[in-house]
C-alpha cells in the first residue's frame, strides 16, 4: 500500500499548535481515512471471528483424527521382543536398579497397560537391584515385600544385587531397623547370585550369610563385602566364598583375609583393602596364589623380610594398584616391586603417604615396560624430580592421572610444555590427563599446559606431540582466572574439558550417604576396573 501524503507532513511529530483555520484543514483531511479505518476493524473483527470458528472447528476435527493416527504409529506395531529390547536398554548401566517411579523399569510400568504388561513380562528388567536399609520398621517390611515381588518377576535369571546399611549416624537420630528378614530373602535368591555387593554390613547380621555353602551359590561371578566402620567383622565363616565360579572379589574392613576359603587361583580380579594392610611379604605370597589376575589392588606395607621368595610372575595382570602404607613394620620399598614379574601391566597406580620414601615403583618399568595409564596419588612432599624421573619411564603413556599437587613445581609444568626450548616433551602420547585436588597450580599454568598440548602453540615441526581428547581438573580452591574461553576452539574441535572449583566445604554433621538413595556407581569389581573414572574415587 502507497504511504499516504500529508500537507501537514512539517509539523508531524513536533511540538507545533496548528491555527484555527489548520485546524479546520486538519479535520476535513482525516474524515475519509478514520472512516475507512473503522471499516477495516469491523472487518479485521468479522474474519477474526471465523478465524476463531474454523480453529475451533479444526481443533475438534484434530481430537478425533489425532487419536485414529496414533493407532497408526510405527511404534506400536514394533514385535514384543523389539520393545523389551529397548526397554532392557533403557535400564542403568553403570548400576544396579533402584525402586523409584523415575527410572526403569518401575518407570515403564506408569507409562500405559501395554508398556505395563510387557515390562512385568520381561525378567531381565528384574535382574538388578539395589536396596538401602531404611530406618523404621514399616518401610522395611514395605521393602521387603517389595523386594520379594521384583526379584519373582526377574524369572530363572542371573541376579546381581546390592544392600546398602546407612553409615553410622548420631545417637539422637533414628537408627536402621534390624533388616534380618531383608537379608534372608535376598538369601532365598542365592542360587541365581551372579554379582553381589554389600556395603558397611554389621558383623552380628552375617549369619544368613555364613549358612550358605559353595553349592548355594553355584553361578557367583562377583562379590563385594564393605565391613561396618566400628568393628572388625571376621567373615571366615562365610564359606560360600569358596565356590568355583566366583572370579572377582572386592573386601574392605575386613580382618583376616587370608583366612577366607576362596580358590585365589581362580579369581581374575581382586580387591583387598584390610583394617591392617599385608605385610610386603604376605602380599608376595598371596600374589602368587592369584597367578591369573587381570587387575588387582591391595595396601602393603613393611619391607620384604623373607629372602626365600621367589619372584612372582603375572602374565596375566594389566591393572595394578598399590597403597604403600607406613606403619610399625615400616615403609615399603623398592624390593616388593622387584620380586614383581608383570610384562603386561597397562596400568598402574600408586599411593603414597606423607611418610613414604619415595616412588619406589619404578623397577616396575622396565625398557620394556608397556604402561599406557599412571595414577599417582602424592601425599606428602615429594621432589618434582621423582616424579619428571618416573615419567621419563613411560614414554608411550596415553593417560595421566595426579590427586594432589604439593609435590609438583614449576620444572613438573616445563617438562610436560612443548616449546621451542623444549622440544623433547614428557609423555609426548598422552592424550587424557585427570588432575584431583590440586590446590596450588595455578589457572594460568593450566592453560598454558592445556593450549601448548592441544596445538593452540604452534612450534617447530620437530616438536611431536599428541594432541590431548581429554582434560578433567578438581582444584580445592576458588576460581583464579576463566580460562573457558581462550579454550573455546579446542573445545569446538572435541575436548573433553571438565574444571570443577570446589572451595573447602564445611562439613555437615549426619549427611550420611545420601549418595546411595539416588542409586549406586558400582565398584572396581564389578567389570575390569578403571580406577581413574571419576573424581569420586579420590
Same mark, same amino acid.
Given at each position: 500500500?502507497?504511504?499516504?501524503?500529508?500537507?501537514?507532513?512539517?509539523?508531524?511529530?513536533?511540538?507545533?499548535?496548528?491555527?484555527?483555520?489548520?485546524?479546520?484543514?486538519?479535520?476535513?483531511?482525516?474524515?475519509?481515512?478514520?472512516?475507512?479505518?473503522?471499516?477495516?476493524?469491523?472487518?479485521?473483527?468479522?474474519?477474526?471471528?471465523?478465524?476463531?470458528?474454523?480453529?475451533?472447528?479444526?481443533?475438534?476435527?484434530?481430537?478425533?483424527?489425532?487419536?485414529?493416527?496414533?493407532?497408526?504409529?510405527?511404534?506400536?506395531?514394533?514385535?514384543?521382543?523389539?520393545?523389551?529390547?529397548?526397554?532392557?536398554?533403557?535400564?542403568?548401566?553403570?548400576?544396579?536398579?533402584?525402586?523409584?517411579?523415575?527410572?526403569?523399569?518401575?518407570?515403564?510400568?506408569?507409562?500405559?497397560?501395554?508398556?505395563?504388561?510387557?515390562?512385568?513380562?520381561?525378567?531381565?528388567?528384574?535382574?538388578?537391584?539395589?536396596?538401602?536399609?531404611?530406618?523404621?520398621?514399616?518401610? *522395611? +517390611?514395605?521393602?521387603?515385600?517389595?523386594? @520379594? &515381588?521384583? !526379584?519373582?518377576? /526377574?524369572?530363572?535369571?542371573?541376579?546381581?544385587? #546390592? =544392600?546398602?546399611?546407612?553409615?553410622?549416624?548420631?545417637?539422637?537420630?533414628?537408627?536402621?531397623?534390624?533388616?534380618?528378614?531383608?537379608?534372608?530373602?535376598?538369601?532365598?535368591?542365592?542360587?541365581?547370585?551372579?554379582?553381589?555387593?554389600?556395603?558397611?554390613?554389621?558383623?552380628?547380621?552375617?549369619?544368613?550369610?555364613?549358612?550358605?555353602?559353595?553349592?548355594?551359590?553355584?553361578?557367583?561371578?562377583?562379590?563385594?563385602?564393605?565391613?561396618?566402620?566400628?568393628?572388625?567383622?571376621?567373615?571366615?565363616?562365610?564359606?560360600?566364598?569358596?565356590?568355583?565360579?566366583?572370579?572377582? *572379589? +572386592?573386601?574392605?574392613?575386613?580382618?583376616? @583375609? &587370608?583366612? !577366607?576359603?576362596? /580358590?585365589?587361583?581362580?579369581?581374575?580380579?581382586? #580387591? =583387598?583393602?584390610?583394617?591392617?594392610?599385608?605385610?610386603?611379604?604376605?602380599?608376595?605370597?598371596?600374589?602368587?596364589?592369584?597367578?591369573?589376575?587381570?587387575?588387582?589392588?591391595?595396601?602393603?606395607?613393611?619391607?620384604?623380610?623373607?629372602?626365600?621368595?621367589?619372584?612372582?610372575?603375572?602374565?596375566?595382570?594389566?591393572?595394578?594398584?598399590?597403597?604403600?602404607?607406613?606403619?610399625?613394620?615400616?615403609?615399603?620399598?623398592?624390593?616388593?616391586?622387584?620380586?614383581?614379574?608383570?610384562?603386561?601391566?597397562?596400568?598402574?597406580?600408586?599411593?603414597?603417604?606423607?611418610?613414604?620414601?619415595?616412588?619406589?615403583?619404578?623397577?616396575?618399568?622396565?625398557?620394556?615396560?608397556?604402561?599406557?595409564?599412571?595414577?599417582?596419588?602424592?601425599?606428602?612432599?615429594?621432589?618434582?624430580?621423582?616424579?619428571?624421573?618416573?615419567?621419563?619411564?613411560?614414554?608411550?603413556?596415553?593417560?595421566?592421572?595426579?590427586?594432589?599437587?604439593?609435590?609438583?613445581?614449576?620444572?613438573?609444568?616445563?617438562?610436560?610444555?612443548?616449546?621451542?626450548?623444549?622440544?623433547?616433551?614428557?609423555?609426548?602420547?598422552?592424550?587424557?590427563?585427570?588432575?584431583?585436588?590440586?590446590?596450588?597450580?595455578?589457572?594460568?599454568?593450566?592453560?598454558?599446559?592445556?593450549?601448548?598440548?592441544?596445538?593452540?602453540?604452534?612450534?617447530?615441526?620437530?616438536?611431536?606431540?599428541?594432541?590431548?581428547?581429554?582434560?578433567?581438573?578438581?582444584?580445592?580452591?576458588?576460581?583464579?582466572?576463566?580460562?573457558?574461553?581462550?579454550?573455546?576452539?579446542?573445545?569446538?574441535?572435541?575436548?573433553?574439558?571438565?574444571?570443577?572449583?570446589?572451595?573447602?566445604?564445611?562439613?555437615?554433621?549426619?549427611?550420611?550417604?545420601?549418595?546411595?538413595?539416588?542409586?549406586?556407581?558400582?565398584?572396581?569389581?564389578?567389570?575390569?576396573?578403571?580406577?581413574?573414572?571419576?573424581?569420586?574415587?579420590?
Amino acid at each position: 500500500m502507497q504511504a499516504m501524503q500529508s500537507p501537514f507532513a512539517a509539523m508531524l511529530h513536533t511540538n507545533a499548535v496548528p491555527s484555527d483555520a489548520e485546524r479546520q484543514r486538519i479535520q476535513e483531511l482525516l474524515a475519509g481515512p478514520q472512516m475507512e479505518a473503522a471499516h477495516l476493524a469491523s472487518e479485521i473483527k468479522r474474519l477474526q471471528a471465523m478465524v476463531g470458528e474454523l480453529a475451533e472447528k479444526r481443533g475438534h476435527l484434530n481430537d478425533f483424527i489425532d487419536p485414529h493416527v496414533a493407532l497408526l504409529s510405527p511404534a506400536r506395531r514394533l514385535p514384543q521382543d523389539v520393545m523389551e529390547e529397548i526397554f532392557v536398554a533403557a535400564l542403568p548401566s553403570d548400576r544396579n536398579a533402584i525402586m523409584s517411579s523415575a527410572e526403569s523399569p518401575l518407570l515403564l510400568c506408569h507409562v500405559c497397560r501395554t508398556w505395563r504388561a510387557i515390562a512385568l513380562s520381561t525378567p531381565r528388567l528384574w535382574g538388578s537391584l539395589h536396596v538401602v536399609v531404611p530406618k523404621n520398621i514399616s518401610a *522395611l +517390611s514395605r521393602i521387603n515385600g517389595a523386594t @520379594i &515381588t521384583w !526379584l519373582s518377576r /526377574s524369572g530363572v535369571l542371573p541376579l546381581s544385587i #546390592s =544392600l546398602v546399611y546407612p553409615l553410622p549416624s548420631p545417637p539422637w537420630e533414628p537408627q536402621p531397623a534390624d533388616f534380618s528378614t531383608l537379608l534372608q530373602t535376598l538369601v532365598r535368591y542365592s542360587s541365581r547370585w551372579s554379582r553381589v555387593r554389600f556395603d558397611y554390613i554389621p558383623y552380628s547380621f552375617i549369619s544368613p550369610l555364613a549358612a550358605l555353602s559353595p553349592a548355594d551359590v553355584p553361578i557367583l561371578k562377583t562379590f563385594v563385602f564393605e565391613g561396618d566402620f566400628s568393628q572388625m567383622a571376621d567373615i571366615s565363616s562365610v564359606v560360600f566364598l569358596g565356590t568355583a565360579s566366583l572370579h572377582s *572379589l +572386592s573386601i574392605r574392613r575386613i580382618g583376616m @583375609i &587370608t583366612s !577366607l576359603p576362596i /580358590s585365589w587361583n581362580r579369581l581374575r580380579h581382586l #580387591s =583387598l583393602a584390610d583394617r591392617f594392610p599385608f605385610h610386603a611379604d604376605a602380599a608376595l605370597r598371596l600374589l602368587r596364589q592369584c597367578p591369573n589376575l587381570e587387575t588387582c589392588s591391595l595396601q602393603v606395607v613393611g619391607v620384604t623380610a623373607d629372602a626365600s621368595l621367589m619372584s612372582c610372575r603375572m602374565e596375566q595382570l594389566r591393572q595394578f594398584s598399590v597403597a604403600g602404607v607406613t606403619g610399625q613394620l615400616g615403609s615399603l620399598n623398592t624390593d616388593f616391586f622387584e620380586r614383581l614379574d608383570l610384562p603386561n601391566l597397562r596400568s598402574l597406580e600408586y599411593t603414597t603417604t606423607p611418610e613414604s620414601p619415595g616412588l619406589i615403583f619404578t623397577p616396575l618399568l622396565g625398557p620394556e615396560n608397556l604402561l599406557q595409564c599412571l595414577c599417582f596419588r602424592l601425599a606428602g612432599q615429594l621432589p618434582s624430580e621423582g616424579v619428571l624421573q618416573v615419567l621419563r619411564l613411560v614414554p608411550a603413556l596415553r593417560e595421566l592421572v595426579i590427586c594432589y599437587d604439593s609435590s609438583l613445581g614449576p620444572e613438573f609444568w616445563t617438562a610436560l610444555i612443548p616449546s621451542s626450548q623444549n622440544t623433547r616433551t614428557l609423555c609426548p602420547e598422552l592424550r587424557i590427563v585427570k588432575f584431583v585436588k590440586f590446590k596450588a597450580t595455578p589457572d594460568s599454568v593450566l592453560l598454558e599446559f592445556i593450549q601448548a598440548r592441544t596445538g593452540e602453540f604452534h612450534f617447530e615441526r620437530d616438536i611431536q606431540v599428541t594432541r590431548l581428547e581429554k582434560v578433567h581438573v578438581q582444584l580445592k580452591r576458588s576460581i583464579q582466572v576463566d580460562i573457558v574461553p581462550a579454550l573455546e576452539r579446542v573445545i569446538g574441535d572435541g575436548l573433553d574439558l571438565i574444571l570443577r572449583y570446589e572451595p573447602p566445604a564445611v562439613h555437615v554433621p549426619g549427611q550420611g550417604n545420601a549418595a546411595y538413595t539416588q542409586g549406586e556407581r558400582l565398584s572396581d569389581s564389578w567389570d575390569a576396573p578403571d580406577f581413574s573414572d571419576d573424581f569420586s574415587d579420590y
